[in-house]
């Protein structure tokens, strides 16, 4: 597993209580395994990241959304917060590297299955919430489903390139280890553009430019599924 140091750097948030960060990050079948006590995983913590997610990004919808009606929210809110979507955030911060699991999830691709990633993630954003407030974990949840909320406020969410191409990929049942990788930047810091290519199971699928590295990574996981070879 990687340096939790790493992780720390990535969120923008360091715990004063290093205890709950494992928590977060103890997925039930380790602690299974090892004969822990349940308070050990993270399903409590799920439990809180899930409700105060929901919230977050309902308030920030209302928010940017401003004429829009119930229902529209309520989709929107959906869409942003599914299962799929938070896999998909957390593959983006490589949450998977740093999860405790117990043998079997291990050795059957656990650390990339979208309904452990998407439940760690949300016990992450639990512990925060219990180690640094509610304003702490509302600042992270924003900054970390930025794009996807945008995705949603533009009504495109669901033309989420990068998770249809996860979804693809998993029909086959197969399990598939894949990233985004930057291979070129250009223009001033304020202007850059970026090259980003999707590599599964160490072969380049796509490759996509975008000014930012979220439009990037759009674009090089639209290529790999034009090119229909998945």
């Known amino acids: 597993m ?3 140091s790493q992780l720390l750097n990535t969120i923008g948030y360091d715990f004063n209580d290093r205890d709950l960060l ?4 103890t997925h039930s079948s380790y602690s299974s395994e090892h004969r822990l006590d349940y308070s050990s995983n993270n399903e409590r913590l799920e439990f809180i990241g899930d409700a105060y997610v929901d919230a ?3 308030a ?3 928010r940017i959304m401003k004429d829009a009606p119930e229902g529209v929210l309520s989709k929107n809110r959906a869409d942003v917060v599914r299962e799929e979507s938070l896999a998909d955030v957390a593959r983006g911060i490589d949450l998977g590297d740093y999860i405790y699991l117990g043998r079997g999830e291990e050795a059957t691709g656990g650390r990339q299955k979208d309904s452990i ?3 760690s993630f949300e016990a992450l954003i639990g512990a925060i919430i219990i180690d640094g407030g509610y304003e702490v974990g509302k600042n992270v949840i924003l900054r970390l489903l930025h794009d996807k909320i945008e995705l949603a406020v533009e009504g495109k ?6 998770t249809m191409l996860q979804e693809k990929l998993q029909e086959d049942g197969q399990n598939y280890k894949m990233k985004y990788s930057i291979v070129a930047e250009s223009g001033p810091d304020h202007n850059k ?3 980003i290519e999707v590599i599964v199971n160490n072969e380049v699928l796509g490759t996509g430019t975008g000014k930012s590295k979220a439009k990037a990574e759009q674009a090089a996981a639209r290529d790999a599924l034009s090119k229909g070879v998945i």
């Open 117 to 119: 990633l998407a439940d």
């Open 2 to 4: 990687k340096e939790v």
């Open 56 to 58: 977050a990004i309902g």
């Open 60 to 62: 920030e919808l209302f």
């Open 193 to 195: 553009t970026f090259t």
């Open 157 to 162: 969410l669901r033309q989420d390139y990068k």
């Open 22 to 25: 494992k928590n977060a990050l």
